[in-house]
Nanobody
Framework: QVRLVESGGGLVQAGGSLRLSCAAT????????MGWYRQAPGKQRELVAA???????NYADSVKGRFTISRDNAKNTVYLQMNSLKPEDTAVYYC?????????????WGQGTQVTVSA
C-alpha cells in the first residue's frame, strides 16, 4: 500500500505558477505509474497528467504546454509544475499511484491540495 501526501497548493493570480509535490511512502515508488487528477466543484474528476515508471508522460488537452509532470525516484516524489494558470484550473488536485496508468483510478490516492486561481 502506498501513502501519498500532496503539498504546494494555494492561491495565485491568473498567469502565475505553482508547483505541486506528492511524497510517497510505503511501497516501491519507482515501480509505480503516478498521476495528478483534479476536481472542481460540480464537475467530474479528470486526469490532468500522468507519468509511467519509464517516465513517459501524457496530459489533458486543457493543460498541454502549460503543465509538466515529473518524478524524482530518489526522493519518492512526483511533481506537477503549473505555469500560465487560468481561473478554470481552480480545483482540488489529487495525486494517485498504481502499477500502470490505466489502473490509477483504482490505486492509492492522497488527500488533495486546493489550487485557486483568481482572475
Amino acid at each position: 500500500q502506498v501513502r501519498l501526501v500532496e503539498s504546494g497548493g494555494g492561491l495565485v493570480q491568473a498567469g502565475g505558477s505553482l508547483r505541486l509535490s506528492c511524497a510517497a511512502t510505503g511501497s516501491a515508488f519507482s515501480t509505480n505509474a503516478m498521476g495528478w487528477y483534479r476536481q472542481a466543484p460540480g464537475k467530474q474528476r479528470e486526469l490532468v497528467a500522468a507519468i509511467t515508471r519509464g517516465e513517459a508522460t501524457n496530459y489533458a488537452d486543457s493543460v498541454k504546454g502549460r503543465f509538466t509532470i515529473s518524478r524524482d525516484n530518489a526522493k519518492n516524489t512526483v511533481y506537477l509544475q503549473m505555469n500560465s494558470l487560468k481561473p478554470e484550473d481552480t480545483a482540488v488536485y489529487y495525486c494517485a499511484a498504481a502499477p500502470i496508468v490505466a489502473a490509477l483510478t483504482r490505486g492509492s490516492w492522497g488527500q488533495g491540495t486546493q489550487v485557486t486561481v483568481s482572475a
